[in-house]
Structure formats: C-alpha cells, structure tokens
T-cell receptor
Framework: GQNIDQPTEMTATEGAIVQINCTYQ??????LFWYQQHAGEAPTFLSY??LDGLEEKGRFSSFLSRSKGYSYLLLKELQMKDSASYLC??????????WGAGTKLIIKP | IAGITQAPTSQILAAGRRMTLRCTQD?????MYWYRQDLGLGLRLIHY???????GKGEVPDGYSVSRANTDDFPLTLASAVHSQTSVYFC???????????FGPGTRLTVL
C-alpha cells in the first residue's frame, strides 16, 4: 500500500528553527509537495521537490532524498503565525496526490 | 491565488437527504478535484476531472458523484447522505493534471 508518515505534533520556540520530517512509500514518484494549513482554513502550497536536494524559499526550505523516501521541511526564524499544520504529499505514478495526516506545529513565545 | 469558490460554507444535513456541494473557478483551468479531510487522516481524493466532460474516481468515491459539464463548475453530489460523510470537503484546481493543486475555502458538512 501507499503510505506517508509524518509526526503528529511538534512544539518549537519563537525565533528558533524546526525540521518536520516526512517519509513515504508510494507506487512511483512524480514529486513531493508541502502545504501549510491554518486551523479552519484551506491548505496553501509551500514547496515542491522532484529532484534530490534542497529548495530554499525565504524562511522555508524543503529537502528531498528519493533513494531514502524522505523529505523534510525546515522553518527558520519561527514566528507565531507559523503555528499551523504542515502537510506532506507525494504524487504517485498515476499523478494522484497521496497525503500524510499532517504535522501540527505549535509555536511558543 | 484567487478564483475558486465553494458553497455552502457549512451545512447540517439529515441522513438520507440529497446534497450538492458547489465548486466554481473562473480561471478556466482544466483539472479539478474533490477531497475530504477528516481528523487524524490525510486528505483523501473523492473524484477528479482532468478536463471538461471527463471525470475519474479517487480513493474514496463511494456515495459521491460528480459532473463536469463545463470548465468552470465541478459539483459534488451526495445522493443519500450518511453520518460517515460528515467531513470538511475541499475543492481544488490545477492548470492540468500534472501541476500544483490549489484549494478552495472548503465546505464543512455535518450529517445527523
């Protein structure tokens, strides 16, 4: 079966750095996505990786290792507004997105 | 990214009733999707459409139907609602079936 694993919840301090991991087992691979979802709102697109390596976008970076079936989202200089759920999704061989359950990130002052 | 609307925002429905959730986009993008999101589970694809006139089944299609008569509209119908269909429903779009997906604001549905 297809599976995406990510931690259920993480806590970090304002101004710090946090890394949210995602491991996957899917039928084929056509890219990995990270989305942010604030409580009661829709998911919003953060990043996309299809090749191995690090993609940096401001305070957010996303890393991919296809051989290990592994990705992480790195958030730097955490702000209170970063409190949200972070969703990892993999596009499989049929170009369907397989979603993890999400990681709820709590930022403390 | 703007241009996709969902209606209603929320709805409480008696079991056995028929319900249509509406999704409309004004950007004329080809691909559209319906997901449901339940606590502790990832988003699950119900149905999708890669272009007007075509639809496909996702991971959890049972109890739901869709139509894509034109590019802009992609309604989701529950023919006879059941309690297990209580969920938050998101419509999404992408330029085509291989592109990034963007989500509408969602419909919170409660089936009593």
């Amino acid at each position: 079966g297809q599976n995406i694993d990510q931690p259920t919840e993480m806590t970090a301090t304002e101004g710090a750095i946090v890394q949210i991991n995602c491991t996957y087992q899917t039928s084929g691979f056509n890219g990995l996505f990270w989305y942010q979802q604030h409580a009661g709102e829709a998911p919003t697109f953060l990043s996309y990786n299809v090749l191995d390596g690090l993609e940096e976008k401001g305070r957010f970076s996303s890393f991919l290792s296809r051989s290990k079936g592994y990705s992480y989202l790195l958030l730097k200089e955490l702000q209170m507004k970063d409190s949200a759920s972070y969703l990892c999704a993999v596009r499989d061989q049929d170009y369907q997105l397989i979603w993890g359950a999400g990681t709820k990130l709590i930022i403390k002052p | 990214i703007a241009g996709i609307t969902q209606a209603p925002t929320s709805q409480i429905l008696a079991a056995g009733r028929r319900m249509t959730l509406r999704c409309t986009q004004d950007m004329r993008h080809n691909a559209m999707y319906w997901y449901r999101q339940d606590l502790g589970l990832g988003l699950r694809l119900i149905h999708y459409s890669n272009t007007a006139g075509t639809t496909g089944k996702g991971e959890v299609p049972d109890g739901y139907s869709v139509s894509r008569a034109n590019t802009d509209d992609f309604p989701l119908t529950l023919a006879s609602a059941v309690h297990s269909q209580t969920s938050v429903y998101f419509c999404a779009w992408s330029v085509d079936g291989t592109d990034t997906q963007y989500f509408g604001p969602g419909t919170r549905l409660t089936v009593l």
